[in-house]
């Protein structure tokens, strides 16, 4: 089978960002972005291009989940915990690295869509939660790497508490989106260390659970997708 333009293209444009390593290069080449696009989007799926997706969120650039997936190294065996479903595309580039993925998102109609995606594409080691991911996920604690797909103004403690020893994670820092930064904290037997790797920008990390008493509501006047 040969691969299609598009993606060599991408594959070219992940290795001039820095995505070097060929096992999260193949693992890129192997997801289908078409699948996790909106369809008026659909002719620019392999753009190296954040998109917009439903309730005011974004599917990630591709060179930003190359370089956000290399930044936590994950290996087979892991593991991992994302925060910040929202298309599913991110988790179904983890979850072809790693033995588990375990992915919150707050939107329950986002996590429906990503959910009938990873079916669709057969990812059966992916398990979701509808839920609050500043509380990361306790009964599957710990985590050997943890990502975070939204910008808090703070490491979560709690996510840096699920972490395993020699575990990594990897946050965008920073309320405002012009002065994010994407930040790699490694915990070790004494503590924890921390570096900033780049300037990114991400959509703001919420807190609790959306209600939509405003945006969802049907023409009779009832409501759907209540949380
Ligand atoms: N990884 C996604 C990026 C989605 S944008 C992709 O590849 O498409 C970030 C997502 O984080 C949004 O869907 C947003 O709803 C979600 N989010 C923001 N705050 C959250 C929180 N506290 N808990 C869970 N999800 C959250």
């Not at 699920?162 to 490694?186: D, M, N, T, W, Y």
Request: net charge positive; aromatic share 4%.
């Amino acid at each position: 089978m040969t691969t299609p333009n598009h993606k060599i293209r991408l594959v070219m444009e992940l290795r001039r960002a820095g995505v070097v390593d060929t096992r999260i290069l193949s693992a890129m080449e192997r997801t289908p972005r078409e699948v996790f696009c909106p369809p008026q989007f659909l002719d620019r799926a392999y753009e190296d291009t954040a998109l917009p997706i439903a309730h005011g969120q974004t599917l990630s650039q591709p060179t930003v989940v190359g370089l956000m997936t290399q930044a936590i190294d994950p290996g087979p065996r892991h593991k991992v915990l994302e925060v910040g479903t929202g298309s599913g595309y991110q988790g179904a580039v983890l979850s072809l690295l790693c033995r588990r993925l375990y992915t919150i998102e707050r939107h329950r109609p986002l996590l429906q869509d990503a959910e009938q995606r990873f079916r669709d594409l057969r990812l059966a080691n992916v398990v979701t939660r509808h839920g609050d991911g500043w509380k990361g996920w306790p009964e599957q604690a710990p985590f050997d790497r943890i990502i975070v797909t939204a910008a808090p103004g703070d490491v979560p403690g709690a996510l840096v508490d699920q972490l395993a020893e020699g575990g990594i994670l990897v946050v965008p820092v920073g309320r405002e989106k012009r002065s994010q930064s994407l930040v790699r904290v490694r915990k070790t037997a004494s503590g924890t260390e921390t570096e900033e790797l780049a300037a990114v920008r991400f959509v703001p990390m919420l807190t609790g659970v959306p209600t939509y008493a405003t945006d969802d509501v049907v023409p009779d006047g009832s409501q759907r997708n209540r949380a």
